[in-house]
């Protein structure tokens, strides 16, 4: 699978011309999304997935394209899991005048936003520096950033499997707890903390559950989570009261990664400059 994805990004070509701008909606969970077509026949709502690592169309959808067919099979993995599906070859995807990628792969998958076709990942704009503005919708795709824009902090940005890290920090009774935070815009949701980050600090005991429910991944991988509140959060030197936090049930180690979603992520602005490994936030 990683080699599968290596290939694809060499294999993606790109022609963008200096600085351009993507507008954006959000839907009900604030899932973003933006227009784009494919092979220059069909056009498609897609879901910014920051943390996906493949563009992929749901089945629903699939059966309404002309000119994606899928021909392949592979494994492919999500935050989730594994699951085998298929995929197409050699595709074109448009998204403004001057932005285009091409040989790409198109996964076929079950999920993806409200509203949306399927979904493209941060993975696309490699190499570039990129801004999720959400106060004016609008996604900025740039060759880089000479310094600190006003209001802006840089923080690490950390990079596993091509997902994307940043480091928080959770306020439990008198403690302070650091964690690495997978940044999820596909989850509607705050913080999910990882099997073993809350086996070892107790958080069944610390939070107050509110309710329980079956989570699921694009592919159909099914998570029990425990949902409560945080009192405190903080990303980077910003603050959070009142957290939603969710944490998964079952087997220790089932699930590796923390993540925190839309209810987190839409409060700040963001620039990712993926040359550095840094992210630049600004609460909004």
Known sequence: MNQLINLFLLCCSVAVYGQDTIPFHLNSDSNIIIKGVINSTDSVDLMLHTAANVFSIIKESALHLESVHFENKDSI?????????AF??????QLTDKISFD???IWLNDYSGKNTDGKIGLNLFADKVVELNFEKQIIVWSDSIQKTPTGYQSYPLYTENDFYFIEGQLVIGKDTVYNKFLIHSGYAGGILLDDAFSSKNNIFESVEILNEQDLKD?????????NGILNNFILGNHPIEKC??????GSINKQKMSVIGTSIIGKFNWIFDFKHNLVYLKRI
Do not use: D, H, R
């Open 103 to 105: 040989s790409l792969q």
């Open 88 to 93: 197409s070859a050699n595709n074109t995807l």
């Open 218 to 226: 694009s592919y159909g991988n099914v998570l029990k989570t425990y």
């Open 244 to 249: 939603k936090i969710s944490f998964f049930g």
């Open 77 to 85: 993995s999500s935050w989730g899991g594994n699951k085998e599906t």
